[in-house]
């Protein structure tokens, strides 16, 4: 099973020019996806729901969709009537199994004077794989402009991490009534997680020690049973490789498999596609 992450940069590639059919071939036959800074009905990308084009591309894949951004779009026609649009800009999921159960979590965001300030969001996807049985699947896309925004929005992240599990699906209780079970059983919240997507922080930050723990002295880095694992890493890959965007000191790290760590001993392996030409970021894959 390959589980693969990408900014997609709203299809824009390093040409320029606007191919969502490039991106899909970039994420070949990955079972899972998740996509960061997917746009609905802007006008410099040709008032296109992205989302809706990106699902045609993977017929055989379910899929959903979480916005951070969320602003009105809609026209009115010469008689008066509403076409309803929202222009949106987020986070998406597609899955070569159904998606059960699915929350967009919006995180903390600052208002900024200068800095472009975005709203940003985790979407989870609650999936029943073949190979890993039920596992949550988050596309993640973290602030870019503050480090204390993004450590606010890490604390976000942990408690949908630690507190998801106790708080049980969408729908809980024994005595839920038909009105609730009648198109099927109620989805459980299992413990098993993965997130992907855009951190926009690298290895070397301090933001990067609340998501795997601090490294002590004596006994390296210290990972908690309940907090998550880099698969970079586990997958035993070289510590100061995996580029997947470039930056002002040269390409850098911010595109991110973390794994709970019941999960890190089945990821055979992770790589980044260095060739990809459909983004400003590279897209990242997991093998379990």
Known sequence: MIIASYN???????????????????????????????????????????????????????????????????????????????????????????????????????????????QRSILEGVIETAALGPVRVHSVHLGHAAAPERRNQIGQLNRILREAPGQGGVVTGRSASKHWTADGPLVDMPRQAVFLGDFNLTPDDPEYDLLVGPIDPKYGRISRLDGLVDAWLACGNDPDGGATCGSGNGPVRIDYAFLTPDLADTAKSMWVDADAQGSDHQPIFVEF
């Open 8 to 118: 997609i940069q709203y299809g824009t590639g390093k040409d320029g020019e606007i191919d969502l059919a490039r991106i899909a071939g970039e994420l070949g036959d990955a079972d899972i996806i998740a996509l960061q800074e997917v746009e609905r009905f802007f006008s410099t990308t040709g008032m296109v729901d992205q989302a809706a084009a990106i699902a045609e591309l993977f017929p055989k894949h379910f899929w959903t969709f979480g916005p951070g951004v969320d602003l009105d779009a809609s026209r009115v026609d010469a008689d008066g009537r509403v076409e309803n649009r929202r222009r949106q800009f987020g986070n998406m999921l597609l899955s070569r199994w159904p998606i059960l159960s699915s929350r967009n979590h919006l995180l903390p965001k600052f208002g900024m004077v200068e800095q472009l300030a975005l």
